[in-house]
């Protein structure tokens, strides 16, 4: 019911809904055609536009409701607040004195046109996998937006964070330059699905867990992690314990990507936002591809046998089940079942359902405090919401019946605390 | 379209009648433009709910038309009107800013543009009653100190700036004292002359 993938690292807290960017960038696109940049055809800035799609630079390069690619948008980190910058044409304040020669070596190997080490909240780490044709695509593109006379808005990181020189470390231990090599014992498909999932996608910066230096390891690639700042769990790709895909078919992949709504689950908090700025534009053939890849990474990790065992005693985890079935029967059954099977395609099924029974039972605890909307895409234009529940259900209520659906029908998750619970009323909501 | 809402109802009710809370508002029966104008500005942030900004982030326009126009044709019954707890003599002055608004502090009658019903003016002005005590108070506070904005020339500001703490207790609570109107429907569009230009509601 409730995967969460992100794109950016260290995570902006995602304020508001993009949708006065999208109309821009609609817009932008047709000035696109009508001038294109020096030197670059239409058909390249069209394609431009699309990889940036796929990049989901719009995420982070635009301010709700402000100006496409204008920058400035604020992205609290857990080592202070960093500010995207202006990308659009403008000469003074945004990359108009760039070559595609300088906006290729800062894709590639983060560095910017003076050379200075970028923070990695700029997910170079992927970008350095895309070709370089792409990157002059993306480049054209952004050469064809309206240009945006802002200045950047100065960096308010903590000391010693504010020291880029010590970014060098963090590239010793983190960042692999170089452009995605195609494994030629695997289809073209599965080759075009690893390029747009660890490259553009840059998925495994929320679906790999990061470490006290924000940096993650590349050994568990997409294995999950919380997402600093915004909590909640991006689930590991790895482990078909948690958002694993390896039983799930490539339709349901694809729709979960594309849609934001598959008959395995839906998308909610920062992974409805991938889809809606970004995957929803994504052709049918990309979308398919991704998922090929996606379903055939190795199944490992997670594998923790957490599920199961706490520390709740036996007599307090009955009480809670008890408790928790009543609100189930009284609050929830009527559109997710008596027995959790969901009315497809609406109402996700809970039972058998992985991003239930993860070992984190952070994104069940949202999903019951807060509720939330699948995104509304093109495929999936008027999507259903589950209701919030932070106003009606005491922090034990909330508690129990997340123990409920965590624990019933199969399900094998743990049971959760109303300290649990009552810690999550205070998470960012936007 | 019920079930799409249900998210909605939680706090609105299932027909958008409104709950005992204080400080989730009726919906049902508002013009449409109205509450499309709220969810937008919900969904872009310039209206600020933590709540509501993060159930609306990534609905398209198309769905938010959609559910405006469904709370907008709902008509479920108004809710008792409350017992003011406040002085008679507060009560009288709270109608008289209603009804005839005070043109010596230049303040306007709320029934000027929000109808001599008070069940609003299409496509954008909404109706005022059934609406708890503490939530007008609480707008009319935010248009005051601009917390809460709308599309330039921003009306509600200007009118709400003219208002004491005193006039603005008057005021909601005459409101949710008064019974729910005998027939529900809004004023047609244009059909007041407005003495303020409002953003929202061009004319």
Redesign the interface.
């Known amino acids: 019911m409730m995967e969460s993938f992100v794109p950016a690292i260290l995570s902006l807290t995602r304020s508001l809904a993009r949708a006065g960017a999208g109309l821009a960038l609609a817009a932008s696109s047709a000035l696109a055609f009508a001038q294109g940049p020096s030197g670059a055809s239409a058909d390249i800035v069209k394609r431009g536009e699309y990889l940036a799609r796929a990049g989901d630079c719009v995420a982070c390069h635009t301010q709700p409701g402000d100006k496409l690619f204008g920058g400035g948008r604020a992205m609290p980190t857990p080592f202070g607040t960093l500010y995207s910058p202006n990308i659009t044409a403008d000469n003074e304040t945004g990359i108009g004195k760039w070559t595609a020669d300088e906006f290729y070596r800062m894709m590639h190997t983060g560095r910017s046109r003076d050379g200075s080490l970028l923070y990695p909240a700029m997910p170079y780490g992927a970008y350095t996998k895309v070709t370089r044709a792409d990157s002059d695509a993306i480049f054209a593109y952004l050469r064809s937006v309206p240009p945006v006379h802002q200045p950047n808005r100065p960096h308010e990181m903590r000391f010693p964070y504010n020291n880029r020189e010590l970014l060098l470390g963090w590239r010793t231990l983190y960042f692999r330059e170089g452009e995605y090599q195609a494994d030629p014992t695997r289809s073209v498909e599965w080759n075009r699905g690893a390029y747009l999932v660890q490259g553009l996608g840059h998925c495994s910066m929320c679906h790999t867990a990061i470490n006290a230096l924000g940096g993650s390891s590349e050994s568990k690639a997409f294995e999950g992690g919380l997402i600093p700042m915004q909590d909640w769990y991006a689930p590991s790709l790895t482990s078909n314990k948690e958002a694993g895909l390896g039983d799930w078919s490539i339709e349901d992949i694809s729709d979960l990507l594309q849609k934001g709504v598959a008959k395995r689950g839906a998308v909610y908090g920062p992974m409805a936002e991938v889809v809606y700025d970004s995957l929803q534009y994504l052709s049918d053939d990309d979308v398919r591809a991704m998922a090929v890849y996606l379903k055939s990474l190795p199944q490992h990790g997670g594998d923790n046998g957490a599920n199961g065992k706490s520390a709740m005693s036996g007599e307090e985890r009955a009480l809670l089940v008890r408790l928790g079935a009543k609100i189930y029967d009284a609050q929830c059954a009527t559109c997710h079942g008596k027995r959790g099977e969901g009315k497809l395609p609406d109402f996700p099924p809970l039972a058998n359902n992985q991003s239930i029974q993860m070992t984190s039972a952070v994104n069940p605890i949202r999903m019951v405090l807060n509720g939330g909307y699948a995104p509304g895409t093109m495929k999936n234009p008027a999507p259903y919401g589950m209701p919030p529940f932070a106003q009606s259900l005491s922090d034990e209520e909330v508690a129990a019946v997340v123990t409920f659906i965590r624990t019933a029908w199969g399900n094998r998750g743990t049971p959760v605390t109303a300290k649990e619970a009552n810690a999550l009323r205070s998470a960012t909501l936007n | 379209m019920q079930?799409?809402?249900?998210?909605?109802?939680?706090?609105h009710g299932a027909k958008g009648e409104g709950t005992d809370?204080d400080y989730?508002p009726r919906l049902a029966g508002k013009p449409a433009g109205y509450l499309y104008n709220q969810l937008i500005a919900f969904?872009?942030?310039?209206r600020q709910y933590?709540?509501m900004?993060?159930?609306?982030?990534?609905?398209?326009?198309?769905?938010l038309h959609?559910i405006a126009e469904y709370f907008a044709s709902q008509r479920p019954p108004y809710p008792p009107a409350s017992t003011p707890a406040i002085p008679a003599s507060l009560l009288a002055r709270g109608q008289q800013l209603a009804k005839l608004g005070d043109p010596s502090k230049d303040i306007p009658a709320c029934a000027s543009c929000h109808g001599a019903a008070l069940t609003g003016m299409e496509p954008a002005i909404p109706g005022l009653l059934g609406l708890h005590a503490d939530y007008i108070s609480a707008q009319l506070g935010a248009w005051r100190y601009g917390t809460r904005k709308s599309y330039a020339p921003d009306c509600m500001h200007e009118v709400a700036s003219r208002l004491t703490n005193d006039d603005i207790t008057a005021v909601a609570a005459w409101l949710a004292a008064s019974p729910g109107p005998a027939n529900p429907a809004f004023a047609p569009a244009g059909s007041l002359k407005m003495p303020l230009r409002c953003g929202s509601e061009p004319q």
């Open positions: 079930a799409r809402v249900l998210a909605c109802a939680a706090c809370n989730f969904r872009d942030g310039h933590p709540p900004n993060y159930l609306l982030a990534y609905l398209p326009d198309a769905y959609r």
